[in-house]
């Protein structure tokens, strides 16, 4: 054991006796003791040695045990499951190298061939493109509710039904799912249950409401700062952890340390972010919904809202940082309101410090038509916004001058 430095104050002068070359592998490492490091370390190392072939042994069994290769766990990694467990109130969480590489893992290790899932129709593009692949290639089959009743999930279930993938707050429409009645019924018939809570962490804690499994992309609000890809599943149950997990190790879907350690930073100030932003979100979307040029702007927080009344109750302390609306000019003033906006970027995801602002129906959603975007609750004139931290009144007055070049 070379990499502890007090190994060679057992044995002196038997560093100093070793060629550089067997010296340079062999670096002197010194380990805290009688203090710790306040700051999560960077843990960059992927491979862990052991006292004895036992403790080794025992490293290959769980989630929770010893490190000894970084694609089973790492300290660092660790330390952002341990923090995204704390805040969803779970049992165990698994991180991965990306939200689909979470919500793969969790898919792939709970899902058979000839398995029925029932998922919100509203899901998150790269999820849906999973089901429909998992459809086509692996006989999965898969059902759509709207989110709103849980009478449409009774009446979807089969013998077969394994999984219902929700989200707590849909994008761009802000939809909120009722996750209590929803997940009541699935849990009735023995179902598991996905939520996908990246657009309202801390905001929303699904498990509280009865999820097994609550989903991060933390590409967004837990990092934070528009710097990582990152994904975390969440478990209620530690033996479906342990299930996924497993299967994890197969993907291959780890994280890297660094990555782990950016989203464990962001998630320090997350409270304060989403809380202000959000807050923010509200004061925009009742400024948005007083301009003439807007015809429909959608926030849980607005008392309009179809779910305000659930949101005040899944969600009391806000209804998330997105907001979207719609332009009395439709396609045309969408394209003209994005390229027209100065302070906040045009720009995909959410999540971020400073503002973004897109037209689905010109970007993200352009494959669809009229009808399809009209099913998806979308309009050829809505801008999604994922408001940031700016201040109100800046980002209020580059929305009203984009606003004004469209009409
Ligand atoms: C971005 C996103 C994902 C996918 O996360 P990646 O980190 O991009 O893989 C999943 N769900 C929702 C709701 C998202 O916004």
Redesign the pocket.
């Known amino acids: 054991m070379t990499h502890d430095g007090r190994n060679f104050d057992d044995v002196p002068g038997a560093a100093r006796a070793q060629h550089p070359q067997t010296r340079a592998v062999h670096p002197r490492l010194t380990h805290p003791t009688g203090s710790t490091p306040l700051g999560v370390p960077i843990y960059q190392g992927h491979i862990f040695a052991f006292d004895g072939a036992d403790e080794m042994a025992a490293a290959f069994e769980g989630p929770r045990s010893a490190f000894f290769y970084g694609r089973f766990g790492n300290p660092t990694v660790r330390a952002l499951e341990d923090a995204v467990t704390d805040l969803e109130g779970g049992a165990g969480a698994l991180a991965a190298a990306?939200?689909?590489?979470a919500?793969n893992a969790v898919l792939m290790a709970l899902l058979r061939s000839g398995d029925h899932v029932i998922a919100q129709s509203c899901l998150?593009g790269?999820?849906f493109a999973l089901l429909e692949d998992l459809a086509a290639r692996w006989g999965v089959e898969v059902s759509h509710v709207s989110g709103n009743d849980a009478a449409e999930v009774r009446d979807a279930l089969r013998p077969r039904t394994r999984l219902l993938i929700l989200?707590s707050i849909a994008?761009p429409t802000t939809q909120i799912a009722d996750l209590p009645a929803l997940i009541a019924a699935a849990r009735e018939a023995g179902v598991t249950t996905m939520v996908?809570n990246?657009?309202a962490p801390v905001l929303c804690r699904p498990i509280e409401h009865g999820a097994d499994i609550v989903?991060h992309?933390?590409?967004?609000y837990l990092g934070g700062h528009a710097d990582i890809?990152?994904?975390v599943a969440v478990f209620a149950d530690e033996v479906v952890h342990h299930r996924v997990w497993k299967h994890a190790l197969e993907l291959g879907a780890a994280p890297d340390p660094f990555a782990a350690w950016l989203a464990v930073r962001g998630i320090a100030t997350l409270p304060l972010r989403i809380a202000r932003a959000s807050e923010t979100a509200l004061d925009l979307a009742r400024r948005l919904d007083a301009h003439p040029a807007v015809t429909h702007v959608a926030h849980p927080g607005l008392p309009g809202h179809p779910q305000h009344e659930l949101a005040r109750r899944l969600m009391p302390d806000g209804g998330g940082a997105v907001l979207s609306f719609d332009l009395e000019g439709g396609r045309e003033a969408g394209r003209t309101f994005t390229d027209s906006i100065r302070l906040a970027s045009l720009a995909a995801?959410?999540g971020d410090v400073s503002t973004l602002v897109m037209h689905p129906a010109s970007t993200s959603h352009r494959q669809l038509d009229a009808a399809a975007l009209a099913a998806a609750g979308i309009g050829e004139g809505t801008v999604r916004v994922a408001v940031g931290l700016e201040h109100p009144d800046d980002l209020w007055a580059d929305l009203e001058q984009a606003l004004a070049k469209t009409s």
């Open positions: 990306s939200g689909m590489g919500i998150y790269g999820t989200e994008n996908d990246t657009f989903v992309s933390a590409t967004k890809l990152g994904g995801s959410l």
